[in-house]
């Protein structure tokens, strides 16, 4: 299964791609996680919030490849334990179907991308930085993958 991390947002921090890559590069090809950046919409004086989210909404569906799982970054999402999160994973494993997972631009994604999401997944209550966010996902999809792996990494 491949996991496709369709982000908004390009050109991180050394720090951002050296914590996304240590993650990476431990996950097994069974379970794998793709890059994907995408422009940010040109902001502007004459734009608007709602113009910027539709024009980014369009170049997320562009990158989701066929057939794959939405599954969108949302701050009003469910916040799943570390548990729980594997075994999301786990049902993703089982489909045998890709996940696209979506983090939006810093105006955070069109209402309409949402709702087409097959699921809403919310990091935290606090607001975090995208660069971090990057970081925090690969990290926790390393983690799920140890803990359905019995792997020492996930203590409880």
């Given at each position: 299964?491949?996991?496709?991390?369709?982000?908004?947002?390009?050109?991180?921090?050394?720090?951002?791609?050296?914590?996304?890559?240590?993650?990476?590069?431990?996950?097994?090809?069974?379970?794998?996680?793709?890059?994907?950046?995408?422009?940010?919409?040109?902001?502007?004086?004459?734009?608007?919030?709602?113009?910027?989210?539709?024009?980014?909404?369009?170049?997320?569906?562009?990158?989701?490849?066929?057939?794959?799982?939405?599954?969108?970054?949302?701050?009003?999402?469910?916040?799943?334990?570390?548990?729980?999160?594997?075994q999301k994973l786990d049902d993703w494993l089982a489909s045998g179907q890709d996940v696209a997972l979506v983090v939006?631009?810093?105006?955070?994604l069109d209402a309409s991308l949402i709702q087409q999401a097959e699921?809403?997944?919310?990091?935290?209550?606090?607001?975090?930085?995208?660069?971090?966010?990057?970081?925090?996902?690969?990290?926790?999809?390393?983690?799920?993958?140890?803990?359905?792996?019995?792997?020492?990494?996930?203590?409880?």
């Open positions: 299964m491949n996991i496709h991390f369709i982000v908004v947002g390009q050109k991180m921090p050394v720090w951002v791609q050296t914590g996304y890559a240590e993650y990476v590069k431990r996950l097994p090809k069974a379970c794998t996680l793709k890059l994907v950046e995408l422009p940010m919409a040109t902001r502007g004086k004459s734009g608007s919030v709602a113009q910027y989210k539709t024009e980014e909404a369009k170049r997320i569906l562009a990158a989701v490849p066929k057939g794959a799982k939405l599954i969108v970054l949302d701050e009003k999402g469910q916040e799943p334990s570390t548990v729980q999160f594997s939006g631009g810093p105006d955070g699921w809403k997944w919310g990091l935290s209550k606090l607001t975090l930085p995208h660069p971090l966010v990057r970081v925090l996902v690969a990290e926790q999809i390393y983690r799920a993958w140890s803990v359905l792996q019995n792997h020492p990494y996930h203590r409880e």
